[in-house]
């Protein structure tokens, strides 16, 4: 089946820093990745997404890699800012066409 | 900018008891999703919803969930008898197709006692 994981539990960075967040997914057929920040009390927001036929994808500050050979994800962040401290979650479209697998999530803790 | 919404916020109900959590997906989304958080754990998948059918669901969502689209805006998920290991955040989601983004909405705390 479906895991998901995350290497670091707490990602601590002073503000204008750039952040890296990573990922690992154990099924190699999953083509489909989406990188979610959640906020306290609040629902996952979606940052950006990418699919298996793409090596990297950016987006406004957000950068994603993707590595299908060690089935590996990562989430960049270019010049943290205070607004960015939240729980980041990957997730991987599947087992089936229509769910996600989430990981447990990593809290970005981004100091003035 | 199109949300999903939930009511209530947070839900506070007895073991047994049973609970309708409500959800607005966006307009013109075709899928419809539940998922639950127990505190301090990651997010799962509980079922999956399209053409006023389940698509998909998971292990967690036996015989005591339901869920159902009483109308063209609303999406529901019933637990029929709430226990306590319920106790969670649950948080809705929309997407225009399978396979595509998600948007979640900002949860129900359901809390069971």
């Known amino acids: 089946g479906e895991s998901v994981g995350l290497h670091l539990p707490t990602l601590s960075v002073q503000e204008g820093d750039n952040s890296i967040i990573n990922c690992a997914y154990s099924?190699?057929?999953?083509?489909?990745f989406i990188w979610y920040k959640q906020e306290s009390g609040k629902g996952p927001q979606f940052i950006i997404d990418?699919?298996?036929?793409?090596d990297k994808r950016q987006g406004q500050r957000v950068t994603v890699l993707l590595n299908k050979t060690v089935k590996h994800l990562s989430l960049q962040i270019a010049a943290t800012q205070p607004g960015d401290s939240a729980v980041y979650f990957c997730?991987?479209?599947?087992?089936?066409?229509?769910?996600?697998?989430f990981g447990k999530g990593t809290m970005l803790l981004v100091s003035p | 900018e199109p949300e999903v919404t939930q009511t209530p916020s947070h839900q506070v109900t007895q073991m047994g008891q049973e609970v309708i959590l409500r959800c607005v997906p966006i307009?013109?989304?075709?899928?419809f999703y539940w998922y639950r958080q127990i505190l301090g754990q990651k997010v799962e998948f509980l079922v999956s919803?399209?053409?006023?059918?389940?698509?998909?669901k998971s292990e967690i969502f036996d015989d005591q969930f339901s869920v159902e689209r009483p109308d063209g805006s609303n999406f529901t998920l019933k637990i029929r008898s709430t226990k306590l290991e319920d106790s969670a955040m649950y948080f809705c989601?929309?997407?225009?197709?399978?396979?595509?983004?998600?948007?979640f909405g900002p949860g129900t705390r359901l809390t069971v006692t």
């Open positions: 307009s013109n989304h075709l899928y």
């Open positions: 990418i699919r298996s036929n793409m």
């Open positions: 919803f399209y053409n006023n059918e389940i698509s998909e």
């Open positions: 989601a929309s997407s225009e197709g399978a396979g595509l983004e998600q948007y």
């Open positions: 997730a991987a479209l599947g087992p089936g066409y229509s769910t996600l697998t």
């Open positions: 099924n190699s057929a999953s083509d489909y």
